[in-house]
């Protein structure tokens, strides 16, 4: 899976567009009491957020490597109909993971509330986690129906058609969430006509890009953090801005954002990622089915719910074997998703850079990261390794060294 992770990035990585960073220093954009809080915040929220990953996975481990007794009993139940039972399992288990986790995004999203980057209360918050645990519940259970029922139709290679069901269902989830699961979360509106949708289009143009539509999202009922983003395929291809983007933040500033996300629509950046998925998904659905098949063996010696790995064998697999694929995903994913995290960095470094040279405006651009970084209380030079494991973008300080080697250079 390494390999195969490896070899997409090197094939997909963006080969020119970039800028080297100059080396800058923190203190020279932010003063010592932005430093303090952002360490401060995002520390503990680190913390936090990966104590929630690791409860997961001990929930996962426990519930494959040693159940309580009235689990196994479940799970032996919901094997009278394995398909119907896999279903109903795989959305309790995504459920229970929902409640077990509650305490500590509860916790994280007090300290936000208390240092005023999040503007949800309680019974709002909850209402999202509620909603969100009912559509991954009913993914999870869709998912595990689907699982269970290529084990038991193709017992030894299930994996292969596996990856073509993940790479499938990636597309259709980007094409369709736009217009189906987001809305459930926000308010979406055209940008209306006036000078910002007009500078929009004419920027658009400039780049030589189709936006499709631009859309203004209500974000600011959430956060007050600023941010903006392509999503969506064909038809539902748009850039959405957060409102707090667009009425706080100095039009400058906002056409420098434009201007970035227009870089992912000109780049193809959305099929870059499903074509990085589809490369990687075969090896990675591969070791998923290994796992699966040695942490179900060693709960079937335990007595635990995974004794289902001789029944897998023969094409009898049921809903005991989902919490030790539920397990084995877990941790595939933590690694690919590490890895896609190399390519999206530099995906991310071109797009800065296309900014700055279709604006050619890097004051406005470095105002716009500082102003970034200050608003959603985010540390400028992060942990490397925790950078390297989960960050997606280049760090703030790197994103300000392009501007100022764009401003030097011109």
């Known amino acids: 899976m390494a390999v195969a992770a490896g070899a997409a990035t090197l094939i997909l990585r963006p080969r020119s567009g970039l800028i080297e960073p100059a080396a800058v220093e923190a203190s020279a954009y932010f003063s010592a009491e932005q430093l303090d809080a952002a360490r401060d915040f995002r520390g503990l929220q680190r913390a936090l957020g990966l104590a929630e990953i690791g409860l997961s996975a001990a929930a996962l481990a426990l519930l494959a490597l040693w159940p309580p007794r009235p689990v196994r009993a479940a799970f032996e139940w919901a094997g009278r ?15 229970a993971l929902t409640v077990v986790t509650l305490p500590l995004g509860l916790w994280r999203h007090e300290r936000a509330v208390d240092v005023g980057l999040s503007t949800q209360d309680l019974g709002a918050w909850l209402a999202d986690v509620a909603r969100a645990g009912g559509i991954g519940a009913l993914f999870a259970g869709v998912g595990a129906t689907l699982a269970i029922a290529l084990i038991r139709r193709f017992p030894r290679h299930w994996w292969a058609p596996g990856a073509v069901c993940v790479v499938a269902i990636g597309v259709v989830l980007v094409y369709l969430s736009p217009i189906v699961l987001d809305p459930l979360f926000n308010r979406f509106t055209p940008l209306p006509r006036g000078e910002l949708r007009s500078e929009v289009l004419a920027l658009a143009d400039r780049a030589g890009v189709e936006v499709g539509e631009v859309y203004r999202v209500d974000a600011s009922r ?9 999503g969506g395929l064909g038809h539902t291809k748009r850039v959405v801005l957060y409102d707090n983007l667009i009425e706080d933040y100095p039009r400058p500033e906002v056409t420098s954002v ?9 780049h193809r950046d959305v099929l870059r990622g499903l074509a990085w998925l589809a490369l990687v998904a075969p090896a990675a659905l591969w070791l ?33 074997l989902l919490p030790a694929l539920a397990l084995s995903l877990a941790l595939v994913s933590l690694a690919v998703e590490s890895a896609g995290n190399v390519l999206s960095r ?4 071109r797009a800065d850079a296309f900014a700055l040279e279709l604006t050619r405006d890097p004051q406005a651009f470095i105002a716009l990261e500082r102003r970034l970084a200050v608003t959603n209380i985010s540390e400028p030079d992060p942990p490397a390794l925790y950078h390297d494991v989960f960050g997606t973008h280049p760090t703030t300080l790197e994103r300000l060294g392009y501007g100022v080697s764009y401003e030097r250079e011109r």
Not at 81 to 95: D, K, N
Not at 222 to 230: C, D, H, I
Not at 292 to 310: D, M, W, Y
């Open 288 to 320: 998923v089915a290994l796992l699966t098949e040695r942490i179900a063996a060693r709960g079937a010696r335990a007595g635990g719910a995974g004794a289902g790995v001789a029944a897998a064998a023969d094409g009898r697999a049921g809903p005991g």
């Open 81 to 95: 109909r394995p398909l119907l039972g896999a279903a109903a399992a795989g959305a309790t288990i995504s459920l």
């Open 222 to 230: 959430r956060t007050t953090g600023a941010n903006a983003y392509v």
């Open 346 to 349: 530099r995906v991310e470094a």
């Open 258 to 266: 434009v201007a970035h996300e227009l870089a992912h629509v000109k």
